[in-house]
């Protein structure tokens, strides 16, 4: 199995302020397409995941633009601008180039 | 819109079983795979069984191979979950999510859960 390795665990921000997850896969989730199957997930506080970022970059529909994912291969990035409050959240990644899918552990952004 | 309504979860002893159901609206569900996720109470997510939009091939993570059965019923635009010999590490919420494409892992939508308890 991929295992997807998150850091940091948690993360506090102050409004306004960026923040940066980073995502390690223990393997390439480059496929012979060229296409790169690494997502980027947040669970507000008792909701369901909701897509933010998919094939490493893209943005999902809806998704404000101070979202931006980046990386290749094993190391990828997920980047917010400037946070805002309704930001708050476990942010999780996922790699979906091979079953079983795994995810990262999560990182938590509270804001300060 | 996208809507995913999970029902069926509650309390069960270990050993037993439970049958969980997705119903789906707002998109055409007989064209697409839809997946089963778990999540342990304040754990992260697990990926736990996908079936394709036909039914046909199944594919199950290890930790549930042989107990559980995915399913759907494209008439009743419903999915499924069959759990059985249940254990406590089974507890959690379950989510039933849409695959968009043809790739495994592009899920965009989730339902919002169902709880499953596993104790005597």
């Known amino acids: 199995d991929i295992v997807m390795t998150q850091t940091p665990l948690s993360l506090s921000v102050t409004p306004g302020q960026p923040a940066s997850i980073s995502c390690k896969s223990s393997q390439s989730l480059l496929h012979s397409n060229g296409k790169t199957y690494l997502y980027w997930y947040l669970q507000k506080p008792g909701q369901s995941p909701q897509l933010l970022i998919y094939?490493?970059?893209s943005r999902f529909s809806g998704v404000p633009d101070r979202f931006s994912g980046s990386g290749s291969g094993t190391d990828f990035t997920l980047k917010i601008s400037r946070v805002e409050a309704e930001d708050v959240g476990v942010y999780y990644c996922?790699?979906?180039?091979?079953?079983?899918?795994?995810f990262g552990g999560g990182t938590k952004v509270e804001i300060k | 819109q996208v809507q995913l309504v999970e029902s069926g979860g509650g309390v069960v002893q270990p050993g037993r079983s439970l049958r969980l159901s997705c119903a789906a609206s707002g998109f055409t569900f007989s064209s697409y795979a839809m997946h089963w996720f778990r999540q342990a109470p304040g754990k992260g997510l697990e990926w736990a069984a996908i079936?394709?939009?036909?039914?046909?091939?199944?594919y199950y993570a290890d930790s549930v191979k042989g107990r559980f059965t995915i399913s759907r019923d494209n008439s009743k635009n419903t999915l499924y979950l069959q759990m059985n010999s249940l254990r406590p590490e089974d507890t959690a919420v379950y989510y039933c999510?849409?695959?968009?494409?043809?790739?495994?892992?592009?899920?965009?939508?989730w339902g919002q859960g169902t709880l499953v308890t596993v104790s005597s």
């Open positions: 999510a849409r695959r968009l494409g043809a790739t495994w892992g592009f899920v965009d939508y």
């Open positions: 094939e490493v970059s």
């Open positions: 079936v394709p939009y036909d039914g046909s091939n199944k």
């Open positions: 996922m790699q979906g180039i091979h079953l079983p899918l795994t």
